[in-house]
Structures are given as C-alpha cells and as structure tokens.
C-alpha cells in the first residue's frame, strides 16, 4: 500500500531521509511546472527546485501541520520564483527551444505529441498566451497560473499565497479580464 503525503512528511519530520527523497521525488515536477510557468525559464525553474528543497529541509520544524504540506513546499517556491522576478526587475527570457529542457521533461512531454497541424493552430496562440501572462503583475499572473494552469483551487492558492480566499478571486477576476482584453488585442491586431 502506497503511503500518503501526510504519513510521508511525518516520516520525514522524525528524521527519516529516505521519507524526504520521497517527497522530492513527488513534487519536483510540480514545483518545476509552476516555476516555469511563473519565471518562463528553464535554468531559474531548476534553481526554485532546488532551493525550494533546500529551504523545505531547513524549515521542517516550521511545519505544524503535515496536512498542509502541499501549500507549505508551493508557498516556498512561489515566494524564491517572485524574488527572482523582482532580482530580475523584467529581464524575462522566454525560449521555445525543448532541446533546453531537462531529460525527463522532454521525456514527459515525448509522450504527448500533438500533430503537426495541432502544432502548427497552437504555437501561436501558446506564444501569445505567456507573453499576455509576462504583462499581469507578479501577484495576478501567479494566481492565474496556479488555477488555470496548474488546476489548485482557490483556497489551496489563498493558503499558498498567505492572504484570504477572496483575494485570489479578486486577482483570478482581474487577471482573466486583462489577459481577455490583452490577447484581444493582439490576436486581431495581427490578422
């Protein structure tokens, strides 16, 4: 029988290092996806991993609850992915190379290919998408992600983020209005 996240990060708690490569190894990709998604860059997706790890060892005694642990390791790694943003104050690299992305993304992401004309609809309409994310402030953008994206519920965002659940709802709100008028924008401003 497959242990559960909780069980798991009492485990690690009490000291067991097995238990904390577990936990790396069932959320590395997800802290990775949501790094990617908020930072649009392979290399600074790779380092929020790896310190959100590193900060996830050091701050295991701040845990008091191992039920919230999911929002315990995202806030970790949403709050590194916004202090890169703001160290980068908008030097933001955006690259479609795959060939850039690490062996088991580009593995992962092999088992999903899409046709050539599916390809050829989308990458533009993707292309559009994360530069219409790049324009929302950090706190809009990283709430739209997080939903749209990457499927967390609101009050899992609002326990992530640290503010109330009606602030999330506000940002989504405002988020999906302007990425809307943005997209508009710049769909029919080129055909």
């Known amino acids: 029988m497959e242990k559960t996240i909780p069980q798991i990060v009492e485990q690690f708690l009490d000291g067991n290092d097995s238990a904390f490569a577990e936990l790396v190894s069932r ?26 790890f590193v900060r996830v060892y050091k701050k295991r005694k701040d845990l008091h609850n ?20 703001r160290k980068r104050k908008g030097h933001t690299v955006m ?30 309409l993707m292309n559009e998408i994360l530069k219409a994310l790049e ?13 749209d994206i990457e499927g967390y519920t609101k009050a899992e965002i609002a326990e992530t983020c ?6 999330v709802r506000s940002n989504l709100h405002i988020a999906r209005n302007k990425l809307k008028k943005i997209l ?8």
């Open 162 to 167: 640290g503010c109330p659940e009606a602030t």
């Open 66 to 85: 191992v039920r919230y642990f999911t929002s315990f390791i995202l806030r970790i790694a949403t709050n590194y992915s916004i202090d890169l943003l």
């Open 95 to 124: 690259t479609d190379d795959s060939t850039s992305l690490p062996g088991h993304v580009q593995l992962d992401l092999s088992s999903k290919v899409a046709t050539p004309s599916d390809d050829l609809r989308n990458k533009r």
């Open 135 to 147: 324009l929302l402030p950090t706190k809009q953008r990283l709430t739209a992600i997080l939903h």
């Open 27 to 52: 959320y590395q990709k997800k802290i990775y996806s949501v790094a990617f998604q908020i930072l649009g860059n392979h290399l600074d997706a790779d380092e929020v991993v790896q310190e959100t």
């Open 184 to 191: 508009k924008q710049r769909l029919y401003k080129k055909e």
